[in-house]
């Protein structure tokens, strides 16, 4: 049987890499050694990849438990009063046009991202504490890398959905923002590519009853969630 030893240090690749690639990588990465009596031992180095703090994806902030009645606008103006920012929107149902209760704004800067959340997390809005935070962080260092972005613990119960075709952009968080008009939603959570904040595409929703998971199923099963067609089945 192979044996596998982990030990995490820094170090530039030797691997062979393609042309399109930096090469000039001196981060943190594992390297893996790999023992079986049948083969040679072989060392493989995964090295961790860092999100651009500048990028679209480092700038997004997702806000959550926002009122049904809350608009583009209204949440533009209220996030320009910590920054500037690029584009807000609420999110809405497909067919039954109501709001989801969450949606997504876009600062200028990092600098107005931290200030946005620190200004506005938890504060309340139309009688609602909303919440704010970044859909994805800048990973750059090993303890983040290897960790997906931080979210609430799953609460795992016998009534569970299997939730399948999420696009990239959808959080635990509003995913169970977006089922929880169908029910009490005990937990929601995104399914992450080992070692990266990377969704899977895929996650899972629980609830408190049988008869809200048929509910949720009837309702959502090819529902659209961030521009795609979604599945929805038992888990």
Known sequence: MATISASALSFKPQLPISSK????????CFRFQISNPRQPTRLLCVAAVAIDPSSEAAR????????????NDELQKLFQEHGAIEKAEVMYDKYSGRSR??????????????????????????GRKIKVNVTEK????????????EEAPFVDSP?????????KTVTSDSLKSFFAEKGNVLGAKVSRVP????????GFVSFSSEEEVEAAISSFN????????????KA
């Open 21 to 28: 690639l930096n090469t000039n990588l001196s981060q943190p």
């Open 60 to 71: 997004r902030l997702y806000v959550g438990n926002i009122p049904r009645t809350t608009t």
């Open 101 to 126: 209760r969450f949606g997504f704004v876009t600062m200028k800067t990092i600098e107005d991202v931290n200030a946005a959340i620190e200004k506005l997390n938890g504060t309340e809005i139309g």
């Open 138 to 149: 800048p990973l750059t260092g090993v303890s983040s890398t290897l960790l997906p972005s």
């Open 159 to 167: 009534y569970k959905l299997y939730v399948g075709n999420l696009a």
């Open 195 to 202: 070692g990266t904040s990377k969704s899977s595409g895929f």
């Open 222 to 233: 090819d529902a659209v969630l961030e521009g795609q067609k979604i599945r929805v089945n």
